[in-house]
């Protein structure tokens, strides 16, 4: 495990005030047209940005948040039960076993992706464990010089992201590229 400092420092990263501006949480999760009733699998979590933001929005729902640090499980189980948050639950999954539970409607995943070592294997065992008509929500850099995300070298461009997950089996079902200026919104579905 890293030093607890290093962990406090990327979760403060992760939740800056500024994130807001450019990631439009808001935006995102209303864009998903949830009922409030649904299982959402945070896959990637972090420091739970989105799955908070999830948790208020599924208020009858549930949010699995996966992660594979321990630290950042540690950190979302203590803010759910310091909170009293109780449709979260925290899970730390290995790097190459994403574990999708049984039951979940819709798999989320931002700026993960360009993180896994082996994508096509990955995604196939996330397909493995969704459900028919579940969607998988995949949020990654844009290629180009921007003043947010990763190095250029590790950006996947919108064409390789529709071909990997469409080899997985899953559906590309819409695309929302006026919704964030950095980054790209794609909706799978499995048939």
Known sequence: MRPFEDVERYIAFLDRADRVVWQRPANVI????????????????????FAFRFAKALPRGKVVAADVEPEMIRHIHHKVMTEGIRNIEAKLIKADAPNVPDGVDLIFVCDVLHHVANRPAWLAKITK???????????????????????????????????LVSRAGLVLESERADLLPYQTFLVFRKP
């Open 129 to 163: 464990g969704m459900a028919s008509n579940a969607r998988l929500v995949l949020i990654e850099f844009k290629e180009g010089d921007l003043p947010e995300g990763p190095p250029e070298a590790v950006k996947i461009s919108r064409d390789e992201l529709v071909a």
């Open 30 to 49: 209303a864009a998903l047209g949830l009922r409030g009733t649904e299982t959402v699998m945070d896959l990637g979590a972090g420091s739970g940005y």
